[in-house]
């Protein structure tokens, strides 16, 4: 017969299951507040919505490869200025061409109205 290492067997239980599940738990990388995978990732996802919220494009990119930059969308009586991810970290501005993404991303067009005032700012060193 095994000999429990305590004399209560719900409690022994109970610290054998919290054992595996914390186990688990770190060495699955689920409870990193980052994405802990993209490390041991092969293939990375860049997917460009429209600013109604369609997908435009979604490309598969080999990791350390780069990946053309989709064509700048058109929106009425709006400008074009390049896509901003969407935590608002990055920016691809138009005209690059190619991008190399090291992990999932996002993008979301940015748009200028053709009408929006524009200001010229000076910044002097004194």
Do not use: R
């Not at 109604?52 to 990119?61: C, I, Q, W, Y």
Request: glycine share 8%.
């Amino acid at each position: 017969m095994l000999k429990l290492p305590s004399n209560n067997p719900i409690l022994f239980l109970i610290k054998v299951v919290f054992t595996a599940f914390v186990s688990f738990f770190f060495l699955s990388g689920c409870g990193s507040s980052g994405d802990l995978g993209n490390d041991y990732k092969n293939v990375y996802t860049a997917t460009f919505f429209s600013d109604d919220g369609t997908v435009l494009h979604k490309l598969e990119v080999p990791k350390g490869q780069s990946f053309e930059v989709p064509l700048s969308p058109i929106k009425q009586d709006h400008t074009f200025m390049g896509w901003m991810e969407d935590n608002g970290t990055q920016m691809i501005v138009d005209g690059v061409s190619s991008y190399t993404p090291t992990y999932d991303i996002t993008f979301n067009p940015l748009f200028v109205p053709n009408n929006a005032p524009m200001y010229m700012v000076i910044f002097l060193n004194y």
